[in-house]
Structure formats: C-alpha cells, structure tokens
C-alpha cells in the first residue's frame, strides 16, 4: 500500500527549534543576559542546590508548536547540547476551553522573592501583587464605611487565595493536556514527534489529503502520551509498536504524496496544460477527525494512508500524461506515394499520434 519516500525520515532525536534557523541562538542570547542580571541584582548562584529552582526558570525555553509545546533546559554555553524537559500534546478537539487551558498551562511560574540568603524563606510575586491589591481596595473600602471586622480579614484572605486559586485552575485544566516529563517517557515520545513534524512539512495548507494526516497525527500523539503516563506494561509497549508502525507509514506515504504532487506542479509550470481541466476532483476528503477524544482506531489510520497512496497515484498518472504531452511529436511522413510503396494507408489517420481521444 505504501512506497518508500524520496526523502529520509528525519532522525529520533530531536533539537529545539529546528524549523526555525537562528532563534535557538537568540533564545541563548536572551537567556544569558537573564542569568547575568539575576546574577549581579538577586545574588543567585547557579552552584548551590538552594537556588536550584531559579536558575531552572532562568534558562526554560518553551517551543510552542500547533499540538502543543516542547519544554527545553537551556545551558549556558552553546556547546551543551539542551536538554528536554517536557512534552506537552493539547487536546485534538478544538474548542475554546482546550486552548485557554494550554495558554494558562504554559505560563511561566510568578517571581520567587527570598527573604534569607539560604532560599528557604520566600513569597511569590503574585502574592506581594495581591498583598498591595488589597491593602489599597479594602483600606479604600474601610474609609467609606466597612466595618474592620469583614474589612480585615478579607484584607487577609486575598493574598492567601491569591497563592490558592493557581493549584486548583492546574487541576481544572490538566485534563485538556498530556505532560510527558519523565526520562523514559520523554525519550520514547521523540520519534513519534519527529514523525509528526514530518507531516506538518508535507502539509501544503491546500491538499485535504494532507491537511487530513496532520489532523490524525495529532490525535495520534495525544493517544501515545495518554500511554506513556500509564504504568509501563506488555498491552502499552505493544500498542506503542503498532502506533509507530502505522505514524511511519502514514508520514512516509504523506511525503511521497507530496513529491509528486510538487512534480506535477513542476511539469504544469513548464508545459502550460491542466490536466485536471473539465474533470472532477480525483478524491473528496473521506473521512473526518473524531470529534470526542477517543482511541484513534487503526483502520481511520489505513484509511487515510490509502487514501494518500490513492492521491499519489493520481499525481503520478498525471505527471505521465504531462511527460507524454511534452514529447516532441514524431516528423510527418514525405509523400503518400512513399506511404503506399511500404504497404502503408495513405488515409489520414483518425487519433492523432501519441494518444487516444479525451486526453
């Protein structure tokens, strides 16, 4: 069913930003200049164990991507490869409540502002934000007439529920997320992210065929990570072969549906002729993304991969014909009477040379 691509898969292991020429550079750039300044005004060394956690938010780069991001630990110097931290695939379903739940879960973390040189005592920025907040509006609200028995406490009570609410819109939104952050899991998610970036670099953004595999392998992505935070056991790591069985057949058999379609573009270029002109679409969009977040099952999987088998051969078909249209036409024979001494009809002939009607 399917054929072995022009290009090569890409390799399992993966770099940051790798669609993008330069912005790692930036990003380190950028991150230097952070960690200096931390350095010079809060003291931090990155050294000592206490000061772990901010130097961990100092040199975190995330890479946003349309399935969700890829959380990297920057180093300090461009020689150290980065090292991946998390992997996060949103829901497949679009809606309004997945994509504020992924905006909110790629936050970065409120300021740490420590009260000792060890870093054991501290409060959050959002904290001291709300501390001001409130002291402003229920002093402001106490000066009009509230009585000090509601004002106080409630002056009280925004700060703490202020560190409070974050916890609980985590817990409400981590269900429209799957978080890879373990080592195994993170180094078994790779090739399944470099397959799907490979359909993303097939898709033309006008082909439903293709449009129709990225849909799939993003879905098939929230599947894998759904998996690899499950306990380890025989079922997963066999459904984990299956999956990276059908995502390679499904992202090489999208490459080679792009090639050729970029070739029949190329031969159209040259020889100005159309030969989808007067005839319908080969194939309509068979199938449609579920839209409830389910199993993806494999036959929607070989289906779409038949389906673009099916448009690489109908862009082939065409290419012959674009091929054939572009051959020189054979010389026309000198006289009839040369034509009658081979034996040969000196009647014009009905098809004319090099192909049939309706071509």
Known sequence: MTTEPHHPMPQAQLRPFATEPGRWQRELQRIQGRTAAATLHAGLDHDRAESRHGWEELTRVDECTDWGWLRWQAPLSEDVPAVLRQITVLSPTPSRTARLAGRWLSRRPPLRIYFDARYRFWVTGTTVLAALVSLVLVGAAMSNGLPADVGLPLMLLIPALADHLPGRLDARARPHAQIVQDETGLRQMQPFIARHQTLQAADDHETPELALAVELGHHLLWDIAGLLTQPATVPVRERLLACEDLFTQLACQAVETRAAKQERERL?????????????????????????????????????????HQAAAAYRAAIDHLQQMDRPAPSPRPTAARDSEHGCPTAPCVHPPGGGAGQ
């Open 268 to 308: 159209i270029t040259r020889t100005g002729a159309d030969p989808d002109r007067g005839t319908a679409a080969p194939h309509e969009r068979p199938v449609e993304a579920t839209p409830e977040i389910e199993p993806l099952p494999d036959a929607l999987i070989q289906e779409a991969t038949q389906v673009l």
